[in-house]
């Protein structure tokens, strides 16, 4: 598929990897529609790049309800979308048994919803609507990419709830790509390492420059607009199905 045809779905999209990803899909002929539950980020990005281009529709990606009124208001202002890109996510750290007592469990519970059930919520409400799609010459009908992380692999300590759910992003990816493949839509997924997002900005630059050092290379933090990079690569690869891309620089994570 084209980037220049693509009509994408991005949660997260008002900030971070998902504002990458949505300026990038725009610069390059594209059209997205953000999923997000900041109102002033998102109505940003659409001053920045354009209300023809771009649309914003607060959502929570954990309801049913939400995400039906956000697709259905994409498809009223764009006719169809063919691209669903999934960024939207937390991760805050826990032990499982720290110093202020064991782990708990709505932290557990809200983790696991956002990043794992909010990925497969909007993954089988966007699918359902995707099916419908006029194939390319390819026969392909749209292309869903899946964020998880490397803690998926190599999570650190206090990073149980995090790792688990980013775990079942990857675990998932295979399956779907399979049950999906007889409609011509494609599964990806990107396990991002260390990326200078604004949780990294608020470090101060020796710790920055610290947590850079540990990527064998290139030694610093990797930028949001590299993620939307292998975004766009995975939209316009029509051999990219079902697999998941480390985006880290060969990073291994240690325990902690």
């Not at 990419?145 to 998926?152: D, R």
């Amino acid at each position: 598929m084209k980037v220049n045809e693509s009509i994408a779905v991005v949660t997260g999209g008002a900030s971070g990897l998902g504002e990458a990803t949505v300026t990038n899909i725009v610069e390059s002929g594209g059209k997205a529609a953000i999923f997000d539950l900041s109102e002033e980020l998102g109505a940003a990005v659409v001053e920045r790049l354009g209300s023809e281009n771009v649309l914003f529709v607060k959502t929570d990606v954990t309801s049913e309800e939400e995400v039906t009124a956000a697709l259905n208001e994409t498809i009223e202002k764009f006719g169809s979308f063919n691209t669903v890109v999934n960024c939207a996510g937390i991760g805050p750290a826990e032990k499982v048994v720290g110093r202020e007592g064991v782990h708990d469990l709505s932290n557990f519970n809200k983790i696991i919803q956002v990043n794992l059930v909010g990925t497969f919520n909007v993954i089988r409400l966007a699918a359902q609507r995707m099916i419908s799609n006029t194939p390319n010459h390819e026969d392909e009908r749209g292309v869903i990419i899946n964020t998880a992380s490397v803690a998926a692999f190599d999570g650190q300590i206090g990073q149980s709830a995090y790792s688990a759910s980013k775990g079942g992003v990857v675990g998932m990816t295979l399956p779907i790509a399979r049950e999906f493949a007889r409609h011509g839509i494609r599964v990806m997924t990107i396990a991002p390492g260390l990326i200078e997002t604004p949780l990294f900005n608020s470090l101060p630059d020796k710790a920055r420059d610290a947590l850079g050092k540990m990527v064998p290379f290139p030694p610093r933090l990797g930028f949001p607009s590299e993620y939307a990079m292998l975004a766009k690569s995975i939209i316009e690869n029509p051999l990219l199905n079902g697999e998941t891309i480390r985006l880290d620089g060969a990073i291994r994570m240690q325990p902690k």
